[in-house]
């Protein structure tokens, strides 16, 4: 048997017999193997296929197979003659402890290939979606089988997933649309940041309005459209863009409500005392005592600017640390003083029943007032002057007589009003006034109202938030946005005054509305000035 040939199972005596038309006929096999092209790197062996070099390998020369693992068949033999002399001349103890290093020969091994992969072709899902579309408008299977190189039964089958082709294309077609973005507004995004930057450089304050009105300015002097329209999501795509968050001017703390827990629950107690103390008159409640929910008041007075809200404005924050919650935010107060208190809110509710009107406070004497600006107040605000626009002791009995005198003269027989320890409430002539209605005054824990009172509970503080939202509204018509932002001339004293009789009236219309009367019960239960003589709503406080 020749060395250089593999034997066959005819070089073994192995003999192939054939009967043709009854006759056996004897056929030794040819040799049909093919020459060896691998050989050992190691020894003298040569071999058919990388197989049974692998075993060769790790069969009579040990580890050395893991770190020439060669491929032979893509590098000539005379190119690795030196790396082979030099593994010959390495001693066969040396082999065996793998003591051969890899980078003698630093070939990298082939890359798997999986059988048909030179001739398979990927089809997205909006090509199908084009050829299913053909399909359906006529034209040959055949024709298009030949133009794209598809079988006709692939062509078939996409025939039959017409549905969820369709649906991944539409997908896709979506996603594409999501990865590019529209450029119509590039220009004025760019425009509208440098506008912001300065304003946030002088310390201006801006909110969503302030931003919406710069846009429409610049979109219309950019477009020469005087009436060019700019909707509210171009603002919201630009806020996301430049990751511009809401920040509060530092505030002083304020001492823990825990301190206040011994002196809440002596004022309870005297509180439930004073509403069980004659339960023998004809009209007393078991469980509500002297006084039931629609008896009982609470009033007390907020400040109030013409400026609503100017401790909060967009920022834009450093990319380093974005969620920084100690980052400084420096807002600039308007020199005409817009932001401090321009009136005083007189709030006064109850629980459950028809309110009284809100009392608003101006400064000044009241005496020069034209005919024209008193009807042009809201009808449901009852308007005051003082000449500091406070509640001293003139205005407040003057405000017994004239705005709560209507709802409990003729309703109720008896109630009582829940005051603050302010100076003007606690005078004799302010509790002679409520007496002549047949009322009588409970004052709270001084330096705890947010706590007891009910209007200083969270009530005032809806009524300003709906104050604002008016404000907002009103600031949606173009020519008040520019006057508010861009006008260098101010607001007269008859132009704020009727702007917030306006705002304050809608904002208590909204508040007093049926939509907030349980808002209303829950403010006098959680504070403990709708308490029951009996106790049964005890758990509620």
Same mark, same amino acid.
């Given at each position: ?10 070089? /073994? ?182 506008? /912001? ?99 009982? /008041? ?244």
């Amino acid at each position: 048997m020749c060395a250089n040939r593999q034997p066959t199972l005819g070089s /073994f005596g192995f003999i192939k017999r054939v009967r043709h038309r009854g006759v056996w006929n004897e056929i030794i096999l040819p040799d049909i193997s093919e020459q060896p092209k691998l050989e050992c790197p190691h020894c003298d062996n040569k071999f058919k296929n990388q197989q049974g070099l692998t075993v060769h390998l790790k069969c009579k020369h040990g580890n050395i197979s893991e770190s020439t693992n060669v491929e032979i068949n893509n590098v000539p033999l005379t190119s690795s003659i030196a790396e082979i002399e030099h593994v010959s001349n390495v001693d066969s103890e040396e082999l065996q402890l793998g003591v051969f290093e890899a980078q003698d020969i630093s070939i990298e091994p082939p890359a798997k290939r999986s059988r048909g992969q030179d001739s398979r072709r990927q089809y997205n899902s909006v090509f199908k979606a084009k050829i299913v579309s053909n399909l359906e408008a006529g034209v040959s299977p055949k024709v298009l089988a030949q133009k794209h190189a598809i079988s006709k039964s692939m062509l078939s089958m996409w025939r039959l997933n017409k549905g969820k082709i369709m649906l991944a294309a539409s997908n896709d077609h979506k996603k594409l649309l999501k990865i590019r973005p529209s450029t119509k507004y590039a220009e004025l995004y760019r425009d509208l940041r440098k506008v /912001f930057l300065e304003a946030r450089s002088k310390g201006h304050r801006v909110d969503f309005n302030w931003i919406w009105s710069k846009a429409r300015i610049l979109y219309r002097q950019k477009t020469n459209d005087p009436n060019a329209i700019v909707r509210k999501h171009v603002i919201v795509n630009f806020i996301k863009r430049n990751d511009l968050r809401l920040r509060s001017r530092q505030r002083n703390r304020k001492l823990s409500k825990e301190n206040f827990r011994l002196p809440m629950q002596q004022w309870h107690a005297t509180t439930r005392e004073r509403l069980i103390r004659t339960g023998c008159a004809d009209s007393y409640n078991s469980k509500w005592g002297r006084y039931a929910p629609e008896q009982r /008041f609470n009033v007390d007075q907020s400040p109030c600017p013409f400026v609503i809200n100017t401790k909060k404005t967009y920022e834009m924050l450093e990319k380093k640390n974005p969620n920084n919650r100690e980052h400084k935010v420096w807002i600039s107060q308007p020199g005409s003083g817009l932001d401090k208190r321009q009136c005083t809110l007189q709030i006064c509710f109850r629980p459950t029943g028809k309110q009284p009107r809100v009392a608003i406070i101006f400064n000044g004497k009241g005496k020069r007032i034209s005919e024209d600006e008193k009807n042009a107040w809201h009808p449901d605000v009852d308007v005051y002057f003082q000449e500091n626009a406070w509640a001293d002791t003139a205005f407040s009995v003057e405000w017994v007589k004239r705005t709560l005198s209507p709802i409990v003269q003729h309703s109720i027989d008896r109630f009582v009003l829940f005051c603050d320890n302010l100076s003007a409430q606690i005078s004799d002539e302010f509790k002679k006034s409520v007496s002549d209605l047949n009322g009588v005054c409970w004052y709270g824990l001084p330096n705890a109202t947010d706590i007891w009172q009910p209007v200083d509970a969270g009530y005032a503080e809806l009524l300003k938030v709906f104050l604002n939202q008016k404000h907002h509204e009103w600031l949606d018509c173009d020519g008040n946005a520019t006057k508010w932002y861009e006008s260098t001339q101010s607001f007269s004293r008859k132009e704020r005054r009727i702007l917030l009789t306006h705002w304050v009236g809608e904002a208590y219309k909204k508040l007093i509305s049926s939509q907030y009367d349980s808002f209303r019960l829950r403010i006098w239960q959680k504070t403990g000035c709708l308490m029951t003589a009996d106790g049964t709503e005890d758990h509620l406080v």
